[in-house]
């Protein structure tokens, strides 16, 4: 099993940063793919990014792509997502997600077996 402890969400203006962290435990985070979601009040999870085990390749949700960025240092049992030119819309409770398919750039939910617990980020206009 795997445990995820994201943080770094908060409050910030409308063409803002963040930088969100997920601490993994428990297996050999190498071994997992990661993924980050979110999910806004009323509406169905989605898909944001996701890196493979070794962190050579990514995938991002074409809402995020060029303002988002994930990455992961696998020393240090963590996966990043850096926000950038944040918008109201991006308000939301993100999670990271692991899954044991370590070399799929997956954006299906589905596919993930682990799951954080969220953190609130919100863009104020």
């Known amino acids: 099993q795997v445990q995820l402890v994201e943080s770094g969400g908060g409050l910030v203006q409308a063409g803002g940063s963040l930088r969100l962290s997920c601490a993994a435990s428990?297996?050999?985070?190498?071994?997992?793919?990661m993924g980050w979601f979110r999910q806004a009040p009323g509406k169905e999870r989605e898909f944001v990014a996701s890196i493979i085990r070794s962190g050579g390749s990514t995938y991002y949700a074409d809402s995020v792509k060029g303002r988002f960025t994930i990455s992961r240092d696998n020393a240090k049992n963590t996966v990043y997502l850096e926000m950038n030119s944040l918008k109201p819309e991006d308000t939301c409770v993100y999670y990271c997600a692991a899954t044991t398919f370590g070399l799929l750039l997956t954006p299906a939910p589905t596919r993930y077996q682990y799951w954080g617990q969220g953190t609130q980020v919100t863009v104020s206009s």
């Open positions: 428990g297996r050999t985070f190498s071994d997992y793919g």
